[in-house]
């Protein structure tokens, strides 16, 4: 495993596992239970994905058969928007997700939207870290002007900012931004999130020949060494072990430019920020 620092000071696994669309608890635990036992030491969940206790169970499980102890492991949830209406609500969601969890502490927090009033959810997750439940805290789905905006006026930086980054949609610039400020990429959806079909891609197919190794894990590799953490997602055992065997190979600079062709600048994005009807649904506004 590779690992990067945040500015917390602590290390945080390059790659990790999602687990989006993961609603049925015992295909999640099942799956997080395996990842951990592949190896996978850093889980992605979130409020919205209502699976938080399920990676408690697995968590638990895992340190009950002695895969690893809780202080190896590095879980992640998020802030849902309806939380995100004022400081009180935000440690309130906080405190949710631990219970939920059934963890003494998550090691990385993150408001999942730049929507709501995030100034004031930021506020009410800084007190949360500061009595250490929140090992760090972050943001997701900040594009670089309202990271910047974001960086430049609250009190602690975030630690990570977790976006879509996958050779369709590389955000160069915003990876710009994060290193300005010492935020840590995180890759959402790192193998497309199941769109633009890279597997079938003749050029990703001869980079992974090479290297015999599978498309999937050339572009895990891929985004790891352009510095992002990856968080893929998959239920199916064999897919969460091949998504995990990335650390035995590197690619060329050539392979690395290659694959970056494929950007689509915004047009290559799945996420709907830009869609004034998804703001809406997010904030439960829609009629
Ligand atoms: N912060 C955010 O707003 C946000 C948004 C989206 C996602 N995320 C996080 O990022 C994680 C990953 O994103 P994602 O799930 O959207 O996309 P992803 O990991 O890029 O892709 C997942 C899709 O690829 C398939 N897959 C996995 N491994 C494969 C392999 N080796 N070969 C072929 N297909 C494979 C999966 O199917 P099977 O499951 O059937 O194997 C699934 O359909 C999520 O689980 C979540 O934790 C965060």
Redesign the pocket.
């Known amino acids: 495993m590779e690992f990067v620092t945040l500015n917390t000071g602590a290390a945080m696994p390059m790659e990790g596992f999602?687990?989006?669309?993961v609603p049925d608890k015992k295909e999640c635990f099942d799956a997080v239970l395996h990842a951990i036992r592949v190896g996978y030491r850093l889980i992605?969940?979130?409020t919205a994905y209502d699976n938080e206790d399920a990676v408690g169970d697995a968590v638990r499980q895992a340190i009950r058969e002695g895969l690893c102890t809780r202080e190896e492991l590095f879980i992640t949830s998020?802030l849902w928007v309806s939380d995100m209406t004022s400081e009180e609500a935000a440690i309130a969601g906080a405190e949710r997700s631990l219970k939920k969890s059934g963890l003494d502490y998550l090691d990385l927090y993150?408001l999942?939207?730049a929507m709501g009033d995030y100034f004031s959810a930021w506020r009410g997750l800084e007190q949360v870290y500061q009595q250490g439940k929140l090992k760090a805290i972050g943001v997701?789905?900040f594009y670089p002007n309202i990271l910047t905006n974001f960086c430049e006026t609250v009190e602690i930086c975030p630690a990570v900012n977790?976006v879509?980054l996958?050779p369709y949609y590389t955000q160069e610039g915003a990876l710009e931004t994060m290193r300005y400020y010492g935020v840590v990429p995180e890759a959402?959806?790192?193998?497309?999130?199941?769109r633009y079909n890279p597997?079938e891609d003749q050029d990703f197919q001869r980079i992974a020949e090479k290297h015999g190794k599978?498309v999937?894990q050339v572009l895990l590799r891929w985004g790891i060494q352009r510095g992002t953490v990856v968080?893929?997602?998959?239920?199916?055992p064999e897919?969460i072990e091949?998504?995990f065997a990335i650390f035995d190979f590197t690619l060329k600079r050539e392979e690395m430019e290659l694959i970056a062709t494929r950007d689509m600048g915004y047009t290559g994005t799945r996420?709907k920020h830009f869609d004034p009807d998804f703001v809406r649904m997010c904030l439960g506004k829609n009629k």
């Open positions: 999602g687990v989006f669309r992605d969940t979130a998020k993150l999942h939207q997701s789905n977790q879509e996958h959402w959806a790192p193998l497309g999130g199941g597997f599978t999937g968080i893929p997602k998959s239920t199916h897919r091949e998504n996420a």
